[in-house]
């Protein structure tokens, strides 16, 4: 055994202790699957049917510490227009960003409508160009 071995062992850093039973694998909790949902499944029970007819937003953003007040719009099931010609280059560039990944991931969409204008509609949302 090496000194650096018998330090550790010494520290209680050595080796496993060996248990004498075995793991019995016939206890464990067994997970149902029923309580999975993808999240489309998810998406659908939020922006399920309802009774009140579909809402459009229209935000115009002045700085990228507005991008909250846009994510709760869209992810009550909301469509936006967001106007970000008020921002600076670097900040309408970041808002952007920003929201395209929240479209990508609550299943939505993003289209550019106008010069630094966007649409960021929901999944049950259908956008057709004509």
């Not at 921002?87 to 991931?105: K, N």
Request: proline content about 4%.
């Amino acid at each position: 055994m090496g000194a650096v071995r018998k330090v550790a062992s010494y520290l209680g850093l050595g080796e496993a202790e060996q248990y004498d039973e075995p793991y019995d694998y016939e206890d464990e909790v067994e997970v149902e699957d029923d309580d999975w949902e993808s999240a489309s499944e998810r998406a659908a029970k939020r922006w399920g049917a309802v009774s009140e007819p579909s809402r459009i937003v229209m935000l115009a953003p002045l700085k990228y510490n507005d991008a909250p007040v846009i994510g709760q719009h869209f992810r009550e099931g909301q469509t936006v227009i967001m106007d970000v010609s008020g921002m600076s280059t670097a900040e309408a560039t970041r808002m952007v960003d920003f929201v395209a990944g929240l479209a990508y991931g609550c299943e939505g969409r993003i289209e550019r409508i106008a010069e630094k204008v966007f649409l960021l509609a929901p999944a049950e949302v259908e956008i057709t160009n004509g």
